[in-house]
């Protein structure tokens, strides 16, 4: 295996809250490898989006970020404000869920990627000019040397994220984060921008963590996968492998709650209960409670995550008992 | 259990109803020609060229019907007006012109009394589980209002008939005394459920029920609907822009295009064999859940949803579709029965089928 | 179909019953002991006050604090204590008359042209213009000019006025309420309007109601000891705060406790309001 373009190793995010200190993530650990969509999947208060945001610090201030962060080599977390700066939007981009509170609002679009190409490239003014209109048109958008003046308000929600992804490229990121890029968009819209990330993936090398609720958006984009459960990585693996046989009750359960074409009107088979609230889940798998496999092994503390064959982690103790996932066998 | 004993009085007293009523499979509610507009509000530039007040086409001229007993499933994009029909059908809008009857009831002219005993017959459950429950109010309180306003119940009776509604939806009893904050977003649609079957109604409209769930809670939900669905005979007008809710619920799904009816057909007919080409983008379009069929590399459909405000001429979908002709653009397609009796709205799939002469394409 | 079942968030536990209990604040409890004092002061002000607040001692002419009288004497020699404690009757009765006939009738009318909207909401608009137009003081000693003095005649006032702010509040709470789904729920269940105005949108904007008619409260006092000090309110020999302060004004260097305490009176009487409103509102206030 190549070395990992990004490598976490027991990232854990604590969070000020009205009740105390939380931790919302609780000890991550993942590898991205260069050029590789990465899928984080998990329900809300899995710790998904916390992850995400941990990697480049944006975390508000009495929120803490701790673990190791291993970029190309570096660690980030102990990085100053300054050193992370220069990362933040440079090697690393980001785009997020509503584009139209994430741009600028009083500011063109143009302007906005300017603003990038300035503070991250060393082009001079008309080539400046030049890129933007360019990024533009390679986000796919029509007319771009006429839109380039355009404001956000301008633009359809599909455009605007389009319009977000070109300011995340200004800086030609080795890495772009995407916070439920499609969440907010319509299916047909989503589906124009997840094969614009694929296409741009695989133009400009550059590797993808998407976070996703969503498990068709994992299936048809990413490389591979990582189930994120209560604030921690419950399984990770290939996404062919992964969503055939899993080997973690919890990815079991999902794909089992989505509603399958060949039962019609037959009950499915949901996870009961619900996620436990965060520093609630002690000394035991924090699937448990919900879990039809759970036995007294699993009470006995939270299972790490081990290493199967294939390059496939799981955090179940009973990985090796799940049933096969029925659809994937016909 | 005296909860139990209740329960199926609740049961049996929708399953009987309809006294009038036509059997299992005849129309139940008939939407004809349904129009609704809302007026935008002009400008100061408008108002000085003197435009005229614009007007936001949500329906146009939709046509459908909902059989006794099934589950019609509405599909579409946001703006396609699918939510605006769910609010026009239970009459929280006035709608501008075409009819609706319900039972042999005309729907529109309902006013005062009339209309509250025709909402009891028919309900709704709303999207956000948020905003659709008051918040000062417990879910007994909640229950109780419902019962004591359409008496239907005599107040000694209201325990038990409170107990059975939260039982039908698998809510435990000792949750009567809470409010909403307390409730997570499934359990608050479950109160959501109760509220509106408290009036034991016969038709149940769910606007994105669990559009803002997440999946293990979801099925749960769908899981709680197909029950109720059997339990009551309800019939069920789905609501929902994910397919596979939609594909899994539905006995029949309309697929609705910028305030039209595209397509209307027997599920599994319209997911096997889609006949509009918007039905088919909008299936190529959602993730398939199998990795090992990614679809292509290209986009199902390109461009984005036109203005409702200037609705394009001829089809609506012509300048997404992919097999769009020259006379798509100027003659608008008329939603007719192919041979399979299915319903679309397309020149290509009527010519296919023979129901047009192709000289006049 | 034990997988289908809920778990119910948490049952209300030990840590959610203290902080429940620990929203009873400290601004809180100083508020509402404050405003008990006063309305103590107000309901038995003989049980209190050490001496009848109108009889006259003319061998006590404008003594200062001493441990007789322990906040002086007057120009008549009466105690300066008593008649604070006799005027909190009146200003009390100045806070609730002058309030609660407006923060009622605006209430009404503020929900009513908030819900239907239309040619009622458009008059309405053009009533709150006018009356905003003009100082609210200005107003009310026009009024009372035209009615005559007199604590009758400033209530009839205060309220003509008055309810136009309760109105136009409850009109913009009632407004955003009413786009709610749980208002489209109500009129799905075939419930009246007036239900679903006064029984689920109102009790929803009343916290909002309920800080504003503190803090008028405490306004009107001021406002009724404005009028009592320029004579257009309460008429002597009635002990009232702003007449106190303003019968001491002219004995400022030689006896300054005659207008400072009934002064210190006026303000705490008002912070006492302020303070329970906004606890108040906290108590109320519901997690959506």
């Given at each position: 295996m190549?070395?990992?373009?990004?490598?976490?190793?027991?990232?854990?995010?604590?969070?000020?809250?009205?009740?105390?200190?939380?931790?919302?993530?609780?000890?991550?650990?993942?590898?991205?490898?260069?050029?590789?969509?990465?899928?984080?999947?998990?329900?809300?208060?899995?710790?998904?989006?916390?992850?995400?945001?941990?990697?480049?610090?944006?975390?508000?201030?009495?929120?803490?970020?701790?673990?190791?962060?291993?970029?190309?080599?570096?660690?980030?977390?102990?990085?100053?404000?300054?050193?992370?700066?220069?990362?933040?939007?440079?090697?690393?981009?980001?785009i997020f869920q509503e584009p139209m509170t994430a741009l600028n609002p009083v500011l063109s679009v143009g302007a906005q990627i300017l603003e990038n190409l300035v503070a991250h490239t060393d082009l001079g003014r008309s080539a400046?000019?030049?890129?933007?209109?360019?990024?533009?048109?390679?986000?796919?958008?029509?007319?771009?040397?006429?839109?380039?003046?355009?404001?956000?308000?301008?633009?359809?929600?599909?455009?605007?994220?389009?319009?977000?992804?070109?300011?995340?490229?200004?800086?030609?990121?080795?890495?772009?984060?995407?916070?439920?890029?499609?969440?907010?968009?319509?299916?047909?819209?989503?589906?124009?921008?997840?094969?614009?990330?694929?296409?741009?993936?695989?133009?400009?090398?550059?590797?993808?963590?998407?976070?996703?609720?969503?498990?068709?958006?994992?299936?048809?984009?990413?490389?591979?996968?990582?189930?994120?459960y209560a604030g921690r990585v419950a399984e990770y693996g290939a996404v062919g492998p992964v969503f055939a046989a899993p080997h973690h009750a919890y990815t079991l359960g999902l794909l089992r709650s989505v509603p399958d074409a060949r039962h019609a009107r037959q009950p499915l088979r949901p996870i009961g209960g619900a996620p436990p609230a965060p520093d609630t889940v002690g000394e035991r798998c924090a699937f448990m409670p919900r879990c039809a496999y759970a036995t007294a092994a699993c009470a006995t503390a939270r299972p790490p995550l081990v290493s199967l064959s294939d390059g496939r982690l799981s955090a179940c103790v009973h990985w090796d008992q799940l049933e096969a996932n029925e659809w994937a066998a016909v | 259990m005296g909860g139990?004993?209740?329960?199926?009085?609740?049961?049996?007293?929708?399953?009987?109803?309809p006294e009038t009523g036509s059997a299992p499979g005849e129309p139940l509610l008939v939407v004809r020609k349904l129009t609704k507009t809302f007026a935008r509000s002009r400008s100061l530039m408008d108002l000085v060229k003197g435009e005229p007040r614009r007007r936001v086409h949500a329906l146009t001229e939709v046509d459908l019907s909902v059989r006794r007993g099934e589950t019609l499933g509405i599909v579409g994009e946001s703006g396609c007006g699918k939510s605006t029909l769910a609010r026009c059908l239970v009459r929280l809008h006035r709608v501008d012109s075409g009819s609706v009857t319900y039972d042999g009831l005309d729907v529109v002219a309902l006013r005062g009394a009339a209309l509250r005993r025709f909402n009891r017959r028919v309900q709704m459950v709303f999207q956000d589980p948020y905003g659709s429950l008051n918040p000062r109010m417990t879910v007994r309180a909640t229950i109780a209002e419902a019962l004591s306003v359409h008496r239907i119940c005599p107040r000694r009776e209201m325990p038990a008939r409170i107990a059975a509604l939260m039982d039908?939806?698998?809510?435990?009893?000792?949750?009567?005394?809470?409010?909403?904050?307390?409730?997570?977003?499934?359990?608050?649609?479950?109160?959501?459920?109760?509220?509106?079957?408290?009036?034991?109604?016969?038709?149940?409209?769910?606007?994105?029920?669990?559009?803002?769930?997440?999946?293990?809670?979801?099925?749960?939900?769908?899981?709680?609907?197909?029950?109720?669905?059997?339990?009551?005979?309800?019939?069920?007008?789905?609501?929902?822009?994910?397919?596979?809710?939609?594909?899994?619920?539905?006995?029949?799904?309309?697929?609705?295009?910028?305030?039209?009816?595209?397509?209307?057909?027997?599920?599994?007919?319209?997911?096997?064999?889609?006949?509009?080409?918007?039905?088919?983008?909008?299936?190529?379009?959602?993730?398939?859940?199998?990795?090992?069929?990614?679809?292509?590399?290209?986009?199902?459909?390109?461009?984005?949803?036109?203005?409702?405000?200037?609705?394009?001429?001829?089809?609506?979908f012509h300048p997404r579709?992919?097999?769009?002709?020259?006379?798509?653009?100027?003659?608008?397609?008329?939603?007719?029965?192919?041979?399979?009796?299915?319903?679309?709205?397309?020149?290509?799939?009527?010519?296919?089928?023979?129901?047009?002469?192709?000289?006049?394409? | 179909m034990s997988g289908a079942l809920p778990t119910l968030a948490e049952a209300p536990t030990e840590a959610s019953?203290?902080?429940?209990?620990?929203?009873?604040?400290?601004?809180?409890?100083?508020?509402?002991?404050?405003?008990?004092?006063?309305?103590?002061?107000?309901?038995?002000?003989?049980?209190?006050?050490?001496?009848?607040?109108?009889?006259?001692?003319?061998?006590?002419?404008?003594?200062?604090p001493s441990w007789i009288h322990l906040l002086g004497t007057d120009n008549f020699g009466r105690d300066e204590l008593s008649r604070i404690i006799w005027a909190a009757q009146v200003d009390i009765q100045i806070a609730l008359f002058c309030t609660i006939p407006p923060l009622i009738v605006g209430t009404i009318i503020g929900s009513l042209v908030g819900y239907y909207g239309g040619i009622a909401d458009m008059i309405f608009g053009r009533v709150v213009d006018l009356v905003v137009t003009f100082p609210f003081m200005v107003?009310?000693?026009?009024?009372?000019?035209?009615l005559g003095p007199g604590l009758v005649n400033?209530?009839?006032?205060?309220?003509?006025?008055?309810?136009?702010?309760?109105?136009?509040?409850?009109?913009?709470?009632?407004?955003?309420?009413?786009?709610?789904?749980?208002?489209?729920?109500?009129?799905?269940?075939?419930?009246?309007?007036?239900?679903?105005?006064?029984r689920h949108l109102l009790p929803n904007a009343l916290i909002a109601v309920v800080v504003y008619w503190m803090t008028d409260m405490a306004l009107d006092i001021l406002l009724g000891s404005s009028l009592g000090y320029l004579g257009l309110g309460a008429q002597p020999p009635t002990a009232e705060w702003g007449v106190l302060v303003s019968d001491g004004k002219n004995f400022m260097d030689t006896s300054w406790w005659m207008s400072v305490f009934p002064g210190i009176a006026i303000v705490l009487c008002g912070t006492g309001l302020s303070l329970l409103g906004d606890g108040v509102a906290d108590l109320l206030a519901v997690k959506r």
């Open positions: 190549t070395t990992p373009l990004l490598s976490i190793r027991g990232l854990r995010t604590t969070l000020a809250t009205e009740r105390g200190q939380v931790t919302v993530v609780d000890g991550v650990d993942l590898d991205v490898q260069p050029g590789e969509i990465l899928g984080l999947v998990g329900e809300s208060g899995s710790g998904k989006s916390m992850t995400l945001r941990s990697i480049l610090r944006l975390i508000r201030a009495p929120g803490r970020v701790s673990g190791q962060v291993l970029w190309r080599g570096r660690d980030l977390v102990p990085l100053r404000e300054a050193e992370m700066r220069a990362i933040r939007g440079r090697e690393i981009g980001m400046r000019q030049a890129r933007a209109v360019e990024l533009l048109d390679l986000v796919g958008i029509s007319a771009p040397a006429q839109r380039v003046n355009d404001y956000p308000h301008q633009f359809s929600g599909g455009m605007r994220q389009r319009a977000m992804i070109a300011i995340a490229l200004a800086s030609n990121p080795t890495l772009l984060l995407a916070d439920e890029p499609t969440t907010a968009l319509d299916v047909t819209i989503q589906d124009q921008i997840l094969k614009l990330l694929m296409h741009l993936r695989a133009t400009l090398k550059m590797a993808v963590i998407l976070v996703t609720h969503d498990l068709g958006v994992v299936a048809q984009s990413c490389d591979r996968v990582a189930v994120l | 139990s004993m209740t329960m199926s009085a609740v049961a049996q007293s929708t399953a009987n109803a039908l939806v698998h809510l435990p009893l000792s949750a009567a005394g809470r409010r909403p904050h307390e409730f997570s977003g499934g359990q608050r649609q479950r109160i959501g459920i109760a509220r509106a079957l408290a009036l034991e109604p016969d038709c149940l409209i769910a606007d994105e029920l669990v559009s803002a769930l997440d999946v293990s809670v979801q099925a749960q939900m769908v899981n709680l609907l197909l029950e109720l669905q059997e339990r009551l005979h309800l019939t069920v007008l789905f609501i929902a822009h994910d397919l596979r809710l939609v594909r899994h619920l539905s006995h029949r799904v309309a697929v609705m295009y910028l305030g039209r009816v595209v397509e209307l057909a027997e599920t599994e007919a319209l997911f096997a064999h889609p006949r509009h080409p918007y039905t088919r983008a909008l299936l190529d379009a959602a993730p398939e859940l199998d990795p090992s069929r990614r679809g292509s590399a290209e986009a199902a459909v390109r461009g984005e949803l036109p203005s409702p405000v200037n609705p394009p001429p001829g089809c609506a579709c992919p097999v769009a002709i020259e006379y798509c653009r100027r003659v608008r397609p008329e939603l007719v029965r192919l041979r399979d009796g299915r319903l679309a709205a397309c020149h290509l799939a009527a010519t296919e089928d023979g129901l047009v002469q192709s000289t006049e394409l | 019953l203290r902080r429940k209990r620990l929203r009873i604040s400290v601004p809180l409890t100083l508020g509402i002991i404050i405003t008990v004092f006063f309305l103590v002061c107000a309901i038995v002000p003989g049980w209190i006050a050490p001496y009848d607040p109108l009889s006259f001692d003319y061998s006590n002419l404008q003594v200062g107003l009310v000693i026009a009024i009372v000019a035209v400033v209530y009839i006032a205060v309220s003509a006025v008055g309810w136009v702010f309760y109105a136009r509040l409850v009109r913009s709470e009632i407004m955003v309420l009413r786009q709610a789904d749980f208002a489209a729920a109500g009129r799905v269940m075939g419930y009246s309007d007036l239900r679903i105005i006064f």
